[in-house]
């Protein structure tokens, strides 16, 4: 969809920008250093694995199924840090781990980039009082990972 080819761009070339970077860096920096969620690089890239995941089965659910839509929100009441421990970034090979991310990034930019314009509206019950549309998702996803790309670059300047 024409209307979202920038942020899949943008998507794309981040992670391509960040993807060597992100494979040279010492084992201790990936490892030790921590942000203020007490989260490491190697938790951070994962959640941002979970993250283009949960996206990305949001938003072809609102494009097929009833308006709004009922799915668990995964980061609601810290479950998003189950999701970093159950999968245990923490001791996930860093090479795998980063194209698992590059990957999972590359596929989210092309979903966005079919999204059936007539599903935009569609809404998400992302919590008690919380309505999110399919165009409001897709437009926050690229500040979401812009912001986990930050603390990395906080991370590894630090």
Same mark, same amino acid.
């Given at each position: 969809?024409?209307?979202?080819?920038?942020?899949?761009? =943008? +998507? /794309?070339?981040?992670?391509? *920008?960040?993807?060597? %970077?992100?494979?040279?860096?010492?084992?201790?920096?990936?490892?030790? !250093?921590?942000?203020?969620?007490?989260?490491?690089?190697? =938790? +951070? /890239?994962?959640?941002?694995? *979970?993250?283009?995941? %949960?996206?990305?089965?949001?938003?072809?659910?609102?494009?097929?199924? !009833?308006?709004?839509?009922?799915?668990?929100?995964?980061?609601?009441?810290?479950?998003?840090?189950?999701?970093?421990?159950?999968?245990?970034?923490?001791?996930?090979?860093?090479?795998?781990?980063?194209?698992?991310?590059?990957?999972?990034?590359?596929?989210?930019?092309?979903?966005?980039?079919?999204?059936?314009?007539?599903?935009?509206?569609?809404?998400?019950?992302?919590?008690?009082?919380?309505?999110?549309?399919?165009?409001?998702?897709?437009?926050?996803?690229?500040?979401?990972?812009?912001?986990?790309?930050?603390?990395?670059?906080?991370?590894?300047?630090?």
């Amino acid at each position: 969809m024409k209307e979202f080819i920038e942020i899949s761009n =943008q +998507i /794309v070339s981040l992670t391509n *920008d960040w993807e060597k %970077n992100l494979k040279q860096l010492s084992e201790e920096t990936i490892s030790e !250093k921590r942000n203020i969620q007490n989260r490491t690089i190697k =938790q +951070i /890239v994962g959640h941002l694995v *979970d993250s283009a995941s %949960n996206n990305t089965h949001r938003v072809i659910h609102l494009q097929y199924r !009833k308006s709004p839509l009922e799915y668990p929100n995964y980061a609601t009441f810290g479950n998003n840090d189950k999701w970093i421990a159950i999968q245990n970034y923490q001791n996930e090979n860093w090479e795998n781990l980063v194209n698992l991310w590059k990957y999972s990034m590359n596929h989210f930019a092309h979903i966005i980039q079919n999204v059936n314009p007539e599903k935009l509206n569609n809404v998400w019950l992302a919590g008690a009082d919380e309505k999110v549309t399919l165009k409001e998702m897709i437009e926050y996803f690229l500040p979401h990972f812009k912001l986990h790309l930050i603390e990395i670059e906080d991370l590894i300047n630090r």
